[in-house]
């Protein structure tokens, strides 16, 4: 059974840093994607940042040049470095997975980290 167990969330002033990770175990497979989506309040679902095996990532238009995504495959974790917080990246933030495995794609997800950044 595939778990994302997720850490790194809070509260923190506008302008600091968070870290968010998410570390998947029990997938048999391979990872393809990680990466991270975010929900606010009455918001729908976005992906903040992702990145492939190979290392290619792609942001929110939102978070370009605030947020890093990196991932460490040995540990099958996925990171979140979150710079120059504001207050509109306040959500709920859901890590996942894009998993190849018997010839299947699949998607997991986390239970979701809550980030709130005050003003």
């Known amino acids: 059974q595939v778990q994302l167990v997720e850490s790194g969330g809070g509260l923190v002033q506008a302008g600091g840093s968070l870290r968010l990770s998410c570390a998947a175990s029990?997938?048999?497979?391979?990872?393809?994607?990680m990466g991270w989506y975010r929900q606010a309040p009455g918001k729908q679902r976005e992906l903040v940042a992702a990145i492939t095996s190979g290392g290619s990532t792609n942001y929110a238009d939102s978070v370009k040049g605030r947020f890093t995504v990196s991932r460490d495959n040995a540990k099958n974790t996925v990171y979140l470095q979150m710079n120059s917080l504001k207050a509109e990246d306040t959500a709920v933030y859901l890590c996942y997975i894009d998993l190849i495995s018997y010839g299947s794609r699949l998607n997991y997800w986390g239970q979701g980290t809550q980030v709130t950044v005050s003003s």
């Open positions: 029990g997938s048999r497979g391979s990872i393809n994607a």
